[in-house]
């Protein structure tokens, strides 16, 4: 996935996320490394393109919680995941986040 083909910016974003594989019980500790209102990137992580999962991100207080699906993977590296759905609950969060790190990466810019 280039920086063309997305729907909106990505921002660094990095903490511990919490993925489990549809149809499996076990859960993976991996790092997020971006974060956008559509998806994510997380790192170290091998999963198969196409792979549906849940996403669960920790950040100071807030829990952020998705379904999403892996659109890209770069093995050994890290795979792209789009959200493809979102509680209410956790698109506040989410927005907060983005808030917080689009105004962190305009102070760096200054």
Not at 38 to 46: A, F, Q, S, T
Not at 75 to 98: C, H, M, N
């Amino acid at each position: 996935m280039n920086g063309d083909s997305r729907r909106s910016p990505r921002y660094a974003f990095v903490v511990t996320a919490e993925i489990t594989v549809e149809g499996s019980t076990s859960v993976i500790a991996t790092r997020l490394g971006d974060l956008s209102m559509h998806g994510c990137y997380l790192r170290k992580i091998n999963l198969p393109e196409g792979a549906s999962i849940i996403i669960r991100i920790s950040a100071g207080n807030s829990v952020f919680q998705a379904i999403g699906k892996v659109v890209y993977c770069q093995s050994k590296v890290g795979v792209g995941v789009e959200f493809q759905q979102i509680e209410p609950r956790y698109a506040t969060v989410l927005d907060q986040w983005l808030l917080e790190a689009k105004t962190l990466t305009a102070d760096e810019l200054t």
